[in-house]
Antibody
Framework: QLHLQESGPGLVKPSETLSLTCTVS??????????WSWIRQTPGKGLEWMGG???????YYNPSLKSRVAMSVDTSKNAFSLNLNSVTAADTAIYYC?????????????WGQGSLVTVSS | EILMTQSPATLSVSPGERATLSCRAS??????LAWYQQRPGQPPRLLIY???IRATGIPARFSGSGYGTEFTLSISSLQSEDFAVYYC????????FGQGTRLEIK
């Protein structure tokens, strides 16, 4: 059974960079043609897809965040990361890492438990 | 951006009865529609994809239908664990979610 676990600071200051890591167990990020994504959830905007990637392939970012977001993979740790720069209070959210049911053109099958990040000074 | 509109915002149904939730897309999405269930403190769980295909391990009382812009999630014979928030999501162009329908006990 695939398991995803988010980790990172729970508090980030405005204008700084939010960094989260998703550690995957029960399967390898590098195997299979799976797409991996980050999603966040706020009371105001609900669920928002931030972007994702194929290992060794294409990365897609939500156009609304594209200028501030970056994702990377650490195969030695079987993990992937999210960086979101120039954060404001509007970026306060629960952040989820997910794996799609196959390719990019599929819904989100596996979810981490989520990581609450608060942006505040 | 494709907007997903769910109705009603809150639905009150008695245990053992049937619940019907609606989702409308702002443009044609064929059958590229998924439904998720979210219980308090938990991440969303995939229930239905391809508008009508149950995900692995999802009970048969959950069923989805629709095509194009109008979609429905039906839950027959509601169990206590079914009272939760339900989201629809399109995955034909980028990915967007509806605002959710809260299914509460009547």
């Amino acid at each position: 059974q695939l398991h995803l676990q988010e980790s990172g600071p729970g508090l980030v200051k405005p204008s700084e960079t939010l960094s989260l890591t998703c550690t995957v167990s029960g399967g390898s990020i590098t195997s299979g043609n799976f797409f991996w994504s980050w999603i966040r959830q706020t009371p105001g905007k609900g669920l928002e897809w931030m972007g994702g990637f194929y290992y060794g392939g294409t990365t897609y970012y939500n156009p609304s965040l594209k200028s501030r977001v970056a994702m990377s993979v650490d195969t030695s740790k079987n993990a992937f990361s999210l960086n979101l720069n120039s954060v404001t209070a509007a970026d306060t959210a629960i952040y989820y890492c997910t794996r799609h049911l196959g390719a990019y053109t599929n819904p989100f099958e596996y979810w981490g438990q989520g990581s609450l990040v608060t942006v505040s000074s | 951006e494709i907007l997903m509109t769910q109705s009603p915002a809150t639905l009150s149904v008695s245990p053992g009865e049937r619940a019907t939730l609606s989702c409308r897309a702002s443009q044609n999405i064929d059958s590229n529609l998924a439904w998720y269930q979210q219980r308090p403190g938990q991440p969303p769980r995939l229930l239905i994809y391809g508008a009508s295909i149950r995900a692995t391990g999802i009970p048969a009382r959950f069923s989805g239908s629709g095509y194009g812009t109008e979609f429905t999630l039906s839950i027959s014979s509601l169990q206590s664990e079914d009272f939760a928030v339900y989201y629809c999501q399109q995955y034909i162009y980028w990915r967007t979610f509806g605002q959710g329908t809260r299914l509460e006990i009547k």
